[in-house]
C-alpha cells in the first residue's frame, strides 16, 4: 500500500475539514429555506381559503337574509294559502315583483323558485306552472319531502328551466338555498329555493389562485361544489384520485397528498357557516421551483467557498509543512528514500533523532574519557608550574575542583615513589603497571572530598590532599596515619616497597608547584634513611619553603611566539613581564645570571631552529653570554636583551612574513580571478593552499586592507559591469554566473553599489 506523506495527508485532512462545514451550512441553508418557503406558501394558501371563505359567506348570508324578508312578507303568506288561479293574477304579480326585487340585490341569484305542493303550483323566473306537470316534479318533490328545514344543496341547473328554454343555463349547476314553508307550521307543504350559479362563485376562487395551483370548495359529503374544471362539479373529491378525505376532518390542516402519483401539498380549511371545505391544491414541485433556485445559488457559493478553502488549506499546509521539510533538509532525508521504507516524516525524523543521541552518547563518553586525560594532563602542569597563577583557579574550577578548594583551609602535596624492584616478582617493564595500580590504589584510599586527582609524573605518583581543618598540627596528625595505611596496602597486594614525601601545608593554590617540589625534595633523603619513608619536608628544611627560583617557562614560551610573530609591542611587553618576577626573587647576584642566561639560551636555540645566523643579530666580535654576564643593572639588561637579541630577531622574522604574505595573498587574488564564477570560499582557498583559513584571512587583510569575500563581491561586480558593456548576456544569466541564487538580489546589489540597475547601466553606456 502507498505511503502518503505528511503533506499530503494535511492537505487531505485540511481539505476535508473545511469541506464538512460548508457542506454542512450549504445543506442546512437549502433545506431551511426550501422548508420556510413551503411555510409561507402554505400560510398563504390558508389565508387566501379563509378570505375566500369570508366572500362566499358574505354573498350566501346575503341571500339568506333577503330569502327571510321574501319568506316574512305578507305577500308570500297570502300567495302560499291561495291556489292561484286566473282571478288571483293580482296577487301573483306582487309575488313577482318580491321575488324579482330580490334578486337585484348584489348576491348572485339567478332564479327563486317558489313551490306550492298542497295547491300544485310552481313559481319561477319563466312563468306559472302547475307542479305535478312539471318535467322535475320527482326530483324538486324529493328536496320537499327532506327533513332539514333550511340548507344549502348543489342541484343541476336543468331542474330550474322548463323544457322550452333548457339551453338558457349558464352552468351546469346551481348552489341552492332551500327552506321549507310555511315556516310556522308543523308539516310545511311548500318550498322556496334561491338558486346562485356556481359559475359566479367560481370567479372569486380564480383571483389569487396560481397556474400550479387549485382551488375548490367541497360540500359536507365531500362533493365538489366548486373547481375551476365545470366538468368535475358534482362528483366526489375521490373520483379525482385524491386520497385524503379521511385528513379532513378538522377544522383546517396542511397535509401532503398524491394525486395522480404526484405529491401536492393541501391546505384546507372547514367553514364553521356550512361545513363546506375550502381547499388549495399545490404541487410539491411548484413549490419547490423557488427552492431550486436557492439551491443553485447556495449550490453556486458553496463551491467557490469550497475553492478557497481548499486553496487556503493546500496554502497553509504546505507552509506549516515547511518547517518539517527544512528539517528533512537539515537531516539529509529525502522525500522517495521515506517513501521507499513506507515511513512518515516524524519516522524518519524520529530516526535520525535517535541517532543524535546514541552520538551524543557516545561522544559524551568519549569526552569523558578525554576530559580525564586532559585533566590528568592540566593536573601534571600545575605541579610543573607550567600553569599562570591567574589561569589555574579558573582551569580547577572548570575541571570540577573548585568546590573542595573552597572547603579546604590547608593542603599539601604528596609525593609516592617505588623504591626498587629488585629482589621482587616484577621487572623494569612492569613500572609503568606498578605505577598505575598505585594511583588507583591511592584514589581508592582517600576520599574524593579530600584531594584531587591523582597524576603520574617521572615515576612519581603525585596528589594534593586537602582538609577543612584550620590547624596544621591538625592535619599534620591526620596526614601520617594515612600515608601509613598507603604503604601496608600496597606492601600487602603489591609486595612492594614505596617511599612517600610530604609537602609543608599551604592554603592557597599558587603554591602547588613549590609544594610538588618538597614532596620531590623530601622524598631525596632516602639516600640517608634507607628505603620505605614516610618524610615530611618540614623535617628536612627547618620547616621553611623550599627555595625555588620559579623561572616563568609560561612568559617565555609567549615571548617567543610574540617575536615569531613580529609583534614589537607585544613582544617588549612580555620581555618586560619575564624579567619582573625573576629580580623580584631574593637571590644573591650570581643566581640572578641563571634564569637570564637561560633565556638567552632559549632565545638563540630559536634563532638557530628558525635558520637565523649568529652574524644576522650579533654586531660584536665577543660571546653574547659574555656581553650579558657584565651587565649590571636591570635597565642595562632589559635595554641589551631588547636591542642585541630580541629587536633584530623580530625584524628578520617580519621580512620573512612580508615575503610570505605578498606570497600568499598573491595566490589567493589568483585563486578569485580563476574562479570567481563558482562557489569559491575563503576555506576552499585554505584547502588549495594548504593553510589555516583564519589565518589566510588575517593575512589577506593585512596586505589588501580588505577582506576576502569584499574583494571577492568587487572583482564579480567589475566582471558584471565589463560583461553588460561588451556582450548582450541576460541580466539573470550574469547573475547566475556570479552564483547569485536570485536575479533580484543581484540587481539589488548592483543598484546599491553602482546607483542604478543593471540594465540602465547597459543603456548608458551602449548609448555612449
Known amino acids: 500500500m502507498r505511503s502518503f506523506s505528511f503533506l499530503t495527508k494535511m492537505t487531505i485532512f485540511g481539505i476535508l475539514l473545511s469541506t464538512l462545514p460548508v457542506l454542512f451550512i450549504g445543506i442546512f441553508s437549502y433545506v431551511t429555506s426550501s422548508s420556510e418557503i413551503q411555510k409561507d406558501v402554505n400560510k398563504g394558501k390558508y389565508q387566501l381559503l379563509v378570505q375566500i371563505n369570508a366572500n362566499v359567506d358574505q354573498i350566501l348570508t346575503t341571500v339568506n337574509h333577503t330569502l327571510n324578508q321574501v319568506i316574512n312578507s305578507n305577500v308570500l303568506k297570502q300567495t302560499m294559502s291561495s291556489p292561484l288561479n286566473v282571478s288571483d293574477f293580482s296577487l301573483y304579480g306582487n309575488l313577482r315583483d318580491e321575488l324579482l326585487h330580490m334578486q337585484s340585490f348584489d348576491t348572485k341569484l339567478e332564479d327563486v323558485v317558489l313551490i306550492n305542493n298542497r295547491h300544485n303550483w310552481m313559481i319561477k323566473n319563466s312563468g306559472l306552472y302547475r307542479f305535478d306537470q312539471y318535467p322535475y316534479h320527482d326530483q ?51 318550498l322556496i329555493m334561491a338558486n346562485i350559479p356556481t359559475c359566479s362563485l367560481q370567479a372569486l376562487l380564480q383571483q389569487d389562485a396560481g397556474k400550479s395551483d387549485t382551488t375548490l370548495v367541497l360540500d359536507d359529503k365531500y362533493r ?94 504546505r507552509r506549516m509543512y515547511s518547517p518539517i521539510q527544512m528539517l528533512l533538509k537539515q537531516m ?71 568546590e573542595q578548594l573552597r572547603a579546604w583551609d590547608v593542603m599539601a602535596v604528596i609525593t609516592v615513589q617505588i623504591d626498587s624492584l629488585e629482589g621482587t616478582r616484577y621487572g623494569k617493564p612492569d613500572t609503568e603497571l606498578l605505577l598505575f595500580a598505585i594511583h588507583n590504589m591511592l584514589e581508592e584510599l582517600i576520599p574524593a572530598a579530600n584531594r584531587l586527582g591523582a597524576v603520574t609524573i617521572d615515576h612519581t605518583v603525585v596528589t594534593l590532599i586537602g582538609s577543612a581543618s584550620s590547624k596544621d598540627s591538625d592535619f599534620k596528625t591526620a596526614l601520617f596515619p594515612l600515608t601509613e595505611q598507603l604503604q601496608q596496602q600496597i606492601q600487602s597486594l603489591l609486595e612492594l616497597t614505596i617511599s612517600i614525601g610530604i609537602s609543608l601545608p599551604f592554603d592557597s593554590v599558587s603554591q602547588i608547584p613549590l609544594a610538588y617540589q618538597e614532596g620531590l625534595e623530601a622524598l ?84 638557530q631552529e628558525s635558520g637565523i645566523s649568529l652574524n644576522q643579530i650579533r654586531q660584536g666580535k665577543g660571546s653574547l653570554f659574555e656581553e650579558l654576564l657584565k651587565l649590571n643593572t636591570v635597565k642595562e639588561i632589559e635595554d641589551w636583551l631588547w636591542s642585541r637579541v630580541v629587536c633584530p630577531m623580530i625584524q628578520i622574522f617580519m621580512d620573512r612574513q612580508d615575503a610570505q604574505y605578498h606570497n600568499i595573498s598573491e595566490k589567493i587574488i589568483d585563486l578569485i580571478h580563476n574562479h570567481y564564477d563558482t562557489d569559491l570560499s575563503l ?36 566582471m558584471a559591469k565589463k560583461w553588460l558593456r561588451e556582450t548582450d548576456t541576460p541580466v539573470k544569466d550574469i547573475a547566475s554566473r556570479l552564483c547569485y541564487n536570485n536575479p533580484q538580489n543581484f540587481i539589488r546589489s548592483f543598484r546599491k553599489l553602482e546607483g542604478i540597475t543593471p540594465g540602465q547601466y547597459r543603456e548608458k553606456h551602449v548609448a555612449t
Open 140 to 190: 324538486l318533490n324529493g328536496l320537499l319531502e327532506s327533513k332539514e328545514e333550511t340548507s344549502w344543496a348543489m342541484n343541476p341547473s336543468a331542474w330550474f328551466y322548463s323544457e322550452e328554454s333548457t339551453g338558457n343555463a349558464r352552468c351546469e349547476y346551481n348552489i341552492s338555498l332551500i327552506k321549507k314553508l310555511p315556516v310556522t307550521e308543523r308539516n310545511p307543504y311548500g
Open 224 to 317: 365538489i361544489l366548486l373547481h375551476p374544471d365545470p366538468s368535475v362539479i358534482g362528483k366526489k373529491v375521490s373520483e379525482l384520485g385524491f386520497d385524503g378525505e379521511l385528513r379532513l376532518n378538522e377544522s383546517s390542516g396542511q397535509f401532503r397528498s398524491l394525486l395522480h402519483n404526484q405529491e401536492y401539498s393541501v391546505t384546507y380549511y372547514k367553514s364553521p357557516t356550512n361545513g363546506w371545505i375550502y381547499m388549495s391544491i399545490t404541487s410539491i414541485a411548484s413549490l419547490t421551483k423557488e427552492s431550486k433556485k436557492i439551491g443553485i445559488y447556495t449550490l453556486a457559493v458553496c463551491l467557490f467557498m469550497l475553492l478557497v478553502t481548499m486553496l487556503l488549506a493546500w496554502l497553509g499546509s
Open 332 to 402: 539529509n532525508v529525502g522525500t522517495p528514500e521515506i517513501r521507499q521504507t513506507r515511513k512518515n516524516e516524524f519516522q524518519a525524523i524520529g530516526e535520525q533523532i535517535q541517532q543524535l543521541f546514541q552520538s551524543k552518547s557516545r561522544l559524551e563518553s568519549e569526552l569523558q574519557q578525554h576530559l580525564k586525560q586532559v585533566r590528568t594532563l592540566f593536573l601534571a602542569k600545575a605541579l610543573q608550574g607550567q600553569v599562570k597563577n591567574n589561569d589555574l583557579t579558573e582551569q580547577l574550577e572548570r575541571f570540577g575542583y573548585i
Open 524 to 607: 631525596k633523603h632516602r639516600l640517608k634513611l634507607g628505603e620505605g619513608i614516610v618524610m615530611q619536608y618540614e623535617n628536612v628544611n627547618q620547616g621553611k619553603h623550599y627555595f625555588n627560583i620559579r623561572y616563568p617557562n609560561h612568559l617565555e614560551n609567549d615571548l617567543i611566539d610574540a617575536i615569531k610573530l613580529a609583534d614589537k609591542e607585544k613582544a617588549k611587553e612580555l620581555l618586560h613581564c619575564f624579567l619582573v618576577p625573576v629580580f623580584s626573587a631574593e637571590m644573591s647576584p650570581q643566581e640572578y645570571q641563571l634564569p637570564l642566561v637561560r633565556l638567552l639560551n632559549s632565545l638563540l636555540v630559536v634563532q
Open 683 to 718: 576555506e576552499d582557498c585554505a584547502a588549495k593552499l594548504n593553510y589555516n583559513a583564519n589565518y589566510l584571512s588575517s593575512v589577506f587583510r593585512k596586505e589588501t586592507n580588505t577582506s576576502f569575500s569584499e574583494y571577492l563581491a568587487a572583482y564579480r561586480f567589475s
